[in-house]
DNA sequence: GTGGTCTAGACCACC
DNA sequence: GTGGTCTAGACCACG
């Protein structure tokens, strides 16, 4: 797994941290039952403490992504694959829908919405 | 104007109100030229300290919403329209990114993410 | 508010401490939009690291027990005063509930139970 | 003997089985003078390391459970059976006071007490 | 002043 | 080896 970390964002390091991972999940580049590497390996592979890596572990725990065992290793969690499922969708339709509150605030018409759609999904590479 | 701060949002004071200004000119609420209230008045008007609304006034000033004049006042700035037009679109586009990247990053279709979009749309009330 | 420490407990600190912040509330010691003290001045007071209290906080907020507001202080959440008696009910539940599992796995008969039960009650100073 | 392990179960892997094994001595399954199994026999049937099948016969050694004779095996204490009614009582109690406690504190009335032990013991499948 | 994040150590229980 | 807790510092943003 690859873990890029910013110093420069105004996101603290746990948090990108946590994100990455759970996009790994959520894309499938980590399965069920997967192993995720030690605090302590983990933290010196991206160059931060241990205590922030352990933050990491612990909120995914609490949000359902992972479950650690003492003496063993944190493993991805053992989860519905409907819940990954519903997860990915709410994670889109956030932001949808903060562009479109925008846009109508604005007075940007459904139509121009669609077309700059359209438009930015090309885009991406 | 009416500035409604929430004290139980995750945002900053200082940044609920800046974005509520912001929001009151592209929205054409404000139109240029157009006196804001002190900052001792707003701060008195809406019940946070003078430091808060001065820091909102500075911050303003330095993304080139609003200009003060020293003994007159901070009037809404007088920009090109078309600034204020792009400055909505990339408002919009920014979150609309967002939404179309995690969706390619999860497999979500486009046929999909445009049928959310069209039931978001209607549902905003 | 009194908040008494064990080192002899089995249990964490900051769990200890947690415990004992929420029977307060609980029992209704603290009230809603009480504000808590600062996590120095506690830990301060109580003779734990800052990052002991910080994380008694930290976990309160996420039951729902608390919310803190940076630059402001930690308050105690305004919540449903149906939540709280479920949440009474639950505690109490849990604890009846093993007892009546090792009774029936031991063949204690309810009567016993029940004797056992109104004996404590009298007992409990 | 069967003796179940969880991995989801956040009590630590001896603890889970020392506590099975003294509930099937309380229940009754297991007699005194009963012979237990071999550690490396037990710990290759439930799929755990030796040591910690050796920790779980030790500690109930220490307790009063188990006796270990050198070359011979470890059996089933042989105990006063007093002691064994005494020690299951007390189990009961344990949790049924700690009830009352919380119920007391958050003014739970004895009749409303006895009322949710009624429905509980009924539930108990 | 407040909370939010982070570092660099340490000791313990578990496997 | 692993995770779980704790200490004693530090710097930042917010009000």
């Known amino acids: 797994m690859n873990v890029i970390i910013s ?32 605090v302590r390996a983990f933290a010196n592979d991206i160059g931060v ?26 493993f991805v969690a053992m989860g519905n694959p409907e819940l990954l499922r519903d997860s990915k969708r709410r994670m889109v339709e956030e932001d949808l829908q903060k562009a479109i509150h925008s846009a109508k605030l604005f007075g ?5 919405l669609q ?9 991406e590479e």
Chains 1, 2, 3, 4 share one sequence.
């Open 7 to 38: 110093n420069n964002s105004d996101k603290p390091l746990y948090l990108q941290i946590k994100e990455q991972i759970k996009e790994a999940i959520l894309k499938g580049e980590l399965q069920e039952g997967d192993l995720l590497p030690s």
């Open 49 to 74: 403490s241990v205590l922030t890596t352990r933050r990491v572990y612990d909120e995914l725990e609490e949000e359902g992504f992972a479950v650690s065992r003492a003496g063993r290793g944190t």
């Open 108 to 112: 940007i018409p459904k139509e121009e």
């Open 115 to 123: 077309q700059m759609m359209d438009i930015l999904f090309e885009e």
